[in-house]
């Protein structure tokens, strides 16, 4: 198939990269396999050694305003870079997000590129051009507005060196779940808002980050399933839990975040207790002393947000959490609080990043927390005596976010 005519966008890659803007290269409608190999050649951009540390001109317009990241991974491609002194290269994000049509022939050009490609307003792709896709590297790849997906192009790009997006799919039939489920890196299913129980049996052979945010009522079957998943389980539309659901999950290993529940009961808390790792929770309405005990018997790290008015028993409960523990929620820290929170025991760790007041008679008990590090952002905002009491911690204002 020939290529669509280029709108000439690309092609002028000599104006000091104002070009890769977002604004500029999302403009693009159409490309050919010139100027799409063009557009990746602009968008290289080399890391050298300087005085023995990676170094790039932070003055570059591209690199400087991209959100990529450094990737020291050697490369002969001579569409990157032929300099000897070349130790690797800046991750620069492509924007085409206008781009409508993906012709096999450009597909092999833009894998080339190390960055993530957003290709956002594709809402089909052809099996080849996948598997011409399936090849790029050194970032991830964004097609936020496909409609569907065969289950060749998702066995091609499950080989993708990086994060997934499939923000629009409303339906994933069993086939290319399976192809997907070989992805080893973040899949973003964020349109899904039903599973069938074999779709999520096969999504829980995924490794990595797995994001189903729209998926509000999982049966407890679905559930189950999902609770398999070996890597970060992401459910972000959960707001209630039946108990089958509950239970489902108290039996997972591995990352759990289900920030926008926002009630559990007693038997639900007793539950999720169970579970052994990371567990978000920053939507809770009302904790009470019964659901505060169980999730402090939590295994693993704990995320939760609690109402700055807390009452000292709930806290004593949920500070009694012997893993990792971050509790958003609390603004001010008077000393019978530091008290409660200092008495945390085991080795997990306490996080009380939203921390707004602190006298110097409470940052001297806080500095006598001994259960690993103590995280409060940076202590440099709080009175001068009282950051000076909390650098008495031998491990203060460390982040020890679970999730």
């Given amino acids: 198939m020939p290529d ?29 396999s010139s ?34 990241h450094l990737c020291l991974e050697p490369s002969a491609d001579p569409l990157r870079h032929d300099d000897i002194d070349t130790v690797g290269h800046y991750a620069v994000h492509l924007y085409l997000d206008g781009l409508e049509l993906l012709p096999v022939s450009v597909a092999r050009e833009l894998a080339r590129h190390r960055g993530h490609v957003y290709l956002d307003r594709l809402t089909s792709i052809t099996d080849s051009a996948a ?7 050194g970032g991830g790849l964004s097609f936020n507005n496909l409609r ?21 799919l409303r339906s994933l039939d069993l086939p290319a779940a399976i192809g997907l489920a070989r992805h080893g890196y973040d899949l973003y299913l964020n349109g899904l808002r039903t599973l069938e129980p074999a779709v999520a049996v096969a999504l829980a052979r995924h490794h990595g980050h797995l994001h189903v945010n729209g998926l509000a009522a999982p049966a407890p079957d679905v559930a189950a399933a999902l609770a398999r998943h070996p890597g970060s389980l992401h459910l972000h539309s ?31 808390a007793r539950s999720l207790s169970a579970h052994v790792g990371g567990l978000l929770l920053l939507s809770l309405e009302r904790i009470d002393e019964p659901v505060a005990t169980w999730l402090g018997s939590h295994h693993g790290s704990l995320d939760i947000r609690v109402k700055n008015d807390v009452g000292g028993r709930v806290l004593e409960a949920v500070i009694g959490h012997r893993g990792p523990l971050r509790i958003r929620g609390l603004n001010t820290i008077t000393p019978d609080r530091a008290r409660i929170l200092a008495s945390q025991r085991g080795l997990g760790g306490l996080a009380l990043s939203e921390v707004r007041s602190l006298d110097v008679a409470a940052a001297e008990i806080l500095a006598r927390h001994g259960a690993g590090h103590l995280d409060l952002g940076d202590i440099d905002r709080f009175d001068a005596d009282a950051a000076a009491a909390l650098r008495h911690h031998p491990f203060h204002s460390l982040d020890v976010g679970p999730v």
């Fill in 4 to 32: 669509q005519k280029s709108d000439g966008l690309a092609g002028d890659h000599t104006t000091g990269g104002s070009v890769l803007t977002r604004e500029r290269t999302g403009a693009i409608r159409f490309l050919d």
């Fill in 238 to 268: 959960v707001k209630e839990l039946c108990d089958s659901t509950a239970e489902a999950f108290g039996a997972r290993r591995g990352n759990l975040c289900l920030k926008n529940v926002e009630r559990l009961s007693v038997r639900q």
């Fill in 148 to 168: 569907s997906l065969s289950s060749a192009a998702a066995f091609a790009l499950a080989g993708h060196g990086g994060e997934l997006s499939f923000d629009k």
């Fill in 35 to 68: 100027s799409a190999r063009a557009l990746v050649r602009a968008a290289a951009r080399p890391v050298r050694l300087v005085d023995g540390k990676a170094a790039y001109d932070p003055l570059d317009p591209v690199a400087a305003t991209s959100c990529g």
């Fill in 131 to 137: 598997a011409a896709l399936g090849a790029h590297r």
